[in-house]
């Protein structure tokens, strides 16, 4: 989306990134974009992007699937069979039925909507700056979106974010997987005082927009204890991280542990590298209780011909370009280039992630760890004036995210690497001349 | 979307056209579509299609700009303007701000976020049989899921449908018009006594899934004189039915009059020829509301290059074909064709529509104008057989409903009428019979 109008500037409510001097993209590849004078930029953000910017399989699968048909999904095609047989093998067995739709946020309110149908509950709960999407519905579940809005509703409840770097219990709590997963059985029976029902714990399997944060393994499975005790479901909203970008694992929640699977799994971003596109999985139980209703579920655009064809696609070019193991190989390999930034550069605090979904925490002291939010800032923007797009995120604005397309290797580490190192470095004596 | 499973049947809550003998459609062209024999159907239905089944162009547009680049809109792009420029031209001057999005849902749940920032109000005035999408926010203002669900929230009034031949005023009121208008008019006063207060009246410009009704003249001028004085917009939700579908106008809205001009207009189905792409239009003085919140609207998918691209090309087809008088002149002979057959069987109780958006209401009575809703079942069965796609909508399941994709031309009418003709009187010999 993007708000145009024609007799005004654009308009704030879609931000630009960097707004002051916006680049005009024309062209992309792979990792790299291109603005209208040639300039080449390392992408270091795009996660839409998954399998590399206008791959060719993804662009020629859509383009003959768009030759030969493209309607909605009232008359069968074997394409969404085949589609939802390749996803189900990605999954747990359990987790076998697919609701195919057009964004990540249509994906996490019909989530929503199983939930709720199926609990006969209404009450979630999220994560503290967690973002679920632009709908309605949505902002009602993103503190990030209803904290500046209109307020919480009193069906939501935020518990704090799982971060042992910043958050409430730290890495050297003595257990804090057992102390976070409390923080929800405690809202759950603060909620049953109040004659209130849980329908769902909703949250993203490696919360982003909360500051590239890696749950500690086993959080989900006390978490989900506590939230099915209460005769909640849990839903793991992989928008952002699925499709293989932790590498170790197709999906992130598969990073707490073999013996943990949700009940509803939500997919966008990736799935169709940049086609409007999302799923839904979820168990049979679950899709039963809702199609009990008797009211049908109708997408019109949703799990079409060539939505599928895409998808399709995305996968066949993630097996065959063995792109999960490439992010575990080149994410180890940045992980350590950053850590050696973090012994030289003291603004580093913490350096986290998996594969390639990685974070790095600025910060101003070690003690306070007060996020550099300024700095990073000011990183970003020199970093776009040596062709590198990155951006920040967490309730500081002091994070800095990576998230490339998966092809992003071993080179464009190292060169990124070495502009950051240049950067701090120039910060750092600037720093010390004032 | 679908439902799909791999170990159940395909479940209940996504409804296949035919489903005792659903069709596998492998292929489709123009106004036809195919099956995996080879065989050729009318297509009768798909509003989506709008100019026609994979057309060449819109099908080159998206691969063109697919090979280029597709990313979100933090970055500039020709084609966002371009298409803002295009669409800002088909529409009064007033309405000059766009929002791109990626589904006719996703569209109407911004209108309403937009209608009740601008306003700070929360109620919603709909009409009986309304749909107006799948998400959370959407069913509640939908009369046709919301009675079949959880039932109605406190915040929507439903006024009756300005449907002339089956409601409550009809042909021979001295003044429907009014008589309708008033209706809204009363169910302000009575939320207003309520405490209360009108944030949208919203409404399809011709409701379709209510049976394919065609407001009179003037209804909308005096429903927004009302809501506009309650401090309350007008959203016209132009999904099924906007783009030339109705000839003699763009938006079917304006059908109204050309003193009529909505606050706010959603698009969705036609818009990309079956690409996810979706829009919101509307004045200055909402959005400039709407980014007053501070709170930024980002849709990763939306509005992208190849969206947009896709979007430009469809409305250069409905130029350089000239399908807007094309609709007039088929839709005319269409209806021309039909009101003869009127004259021949009783059961055709009315024939209504404008272009190509056309009801025909099966009745077992003149009279009582009873809804002939197993007779047309029969009908649309039987069409199938002889190739035809056609299906019913209205609460009595009983109106014949024709949007097909625009290209389709007079001998398609013909054919199509022929059909009808054939099956009715066979319909009526094997009634006689009995």
Redesign the interface.
Known sequence: ????????PP???????FSND???????KGQY?YDENGRQYLDCI?N??HVG??H?DV?KA??EQ????????????DN??DY??RL?KTLPEKL???????????AN??A??LARQYTKHEDVIVLDHAYHG????LIDISPY?FR??EGQKEWVHVAPVPDTYRGLYREDHEDSVTAYADEVKNIIEHAHRKGRKIAAFFVESLPSVGGQIIPPAGYFQKVAGHVHKAGGVFIADEIQVGFGRVGKHFWAFQLQGEDFIPDIVTM??PIG?????ACVATT?EI??A??A????????????P??CATGLAVLDVIEKEHLQAHATEVGNFLMKLLKDQQIKHPIIGDVRGCGLFIGVDLIKDQVERTPATAEAEDLIKRLKEKCILLSTDGPGRNVLKFKPPMCFNMEDAKFLVETIDKILTDMEKECLNH
């Open positions: 989306m993007i708000l145009k109008s024609l007799f005004l308009s704030s409510s879609c931000k630009l990134f916006p680049l005009k993209i024309v062209k992309a974009m795009n839409v992007a910017h206008c060719p662009v859509a383009y768009n030759q030969l048909l493209n309607t909605n999904s009232r008359y069968l095609h969404l069979v939802a047989d189900s076998c039925i697919f609701y195919f739709l057009n964004s990540g946020s249509e309110d019909l929503l909507r632009h709908l309605t519905s979106k500046n809005l966008g971003k590298n940049g086609h409007p596109l049979k899709a039963a809702f199609a209703t008797g009211v049908e579920y109708f997408n019109t655009f949703g799990g079409n060539v939505s």
